[in-house]
């Protein structure tokens, strides 16, 4: 009866640990496929609309002039106008870096968010006159007699970050479509294609690289063609040595059983 059982199972395709098993890992590999789509779609964005977006964004700032001498201001003018402002408040904590201003109308109350403490920031005081440079509606610069500082809004020439945030989004996609296919085509064993160790390692090993090679791109002011090339030279060369050293580890597993039973039967 055993052996009847055992027959009938294999002709069925397997036990019913085995086929829950295939089931499951095909619905992980359909969810993988999903976020493939979804992380190249991001991609896609960030690369053609974003990163061209900011870098329009920036070149227009830098170009624009000074505004002239108005009786009645306007809201939003697509040049730069210096308006005095009187401080508030400040808020001056590692996660709420801004400053309250009341300035002359159309802006009266406004809230300046900071990426830093910065020269500015740090020094102002309740009551305290500053000198705002307004662009489009929105308050870029802060000065306080000599010391000037960006405001968080003001327009930046650092697409290295932007483009970080595509090149995992990228990565990612490659990565999920890869794992995604392993599952679906090898519902039953997808070999070491799986959350542990290898992709634990390949997501963690991404998502530092483009963090590292971003902020190095920043820093040092390279261009930010560097990140996509670093990080997809990097994250390839880490996913094939890790490939190889699981597929070699499981081997040497594998055949230890076997140079043990000879060593008995010697």
């Not at 109308?105 to 020269?119: A, E, H, K, L």
């Not at 890790?242 to 060593?263: I, K």
Request: net charge positive; with cysteine.
């Amino acid at each position: 009866m055993t052996t009847m059982r055992i027959g009938a199972e294999r002709a069925a395709g397997g036990s019913p640990s085995s086929r829950r098993g295939a089931g499951r890992n095909r619905l992980v590999g359909a969810a993988l496929i999903v976020l493939s789509l979804v992380s190249a779609l991001t991609c896609a964005f960030v690369f053609t609309s974003w990163l061209p977006t900011d870098g329009a964004l920036y070149r227009e700032y830098r170009a624009a002039e000074v505004c002239s001498v108005r009786t009645v201001i306007p809201a939003s003018e697509d040049c730069l106008r210096e308006l005095s402002f009187t401080v508030e408040g400040t808020h001056k904590t590692a996660k709420n870096m801004r400053a309250t201003l009341l300035g002359p109308r159309p802006f009266g109350r406004v809230v300046v968010s900071f990426s830093d403490s910065g020269p500015t920031l740090s020094g102002l005081q309740k009551g305290d006159r500053v000198t705002a440079t307004v662009w489009r509606g929105v308050v870029v610069m802060v000065a306080e007699g000599d010391a000037r500082q960006h405001s968080a809004d003001a327009p930046r020439d650092e697409p290295q970050m932007t483009a970080a945030v595509g090149t995992f989004a990228g990565l990612l996609a490659a990565l999920a479509f890869m794992f995604g296919a392993m599952h679906l085509v090898r519902p039953r064993d997808p070999g070491l294609f799986t959350w542990r160790p290898y992709g634990k390692w390949l997501l963690i090993v991404t998502g530092a690289t483009c963090v590292v090679v971003g902020l190095g791109t920043v820093w040092t002011g390279l261009p930010w063609l560097l990140v996509p090339t670093v990080c997809g030279v990097v994250v390839a060369g880490t996913a094939w040595l890790l490939h190889r050293d699981l597929r070699l580890g499981r081997a040497n597993a594998a055949s230890r059983p076997a140079q043990h039973l000879s060593r008995q039967a010697q």
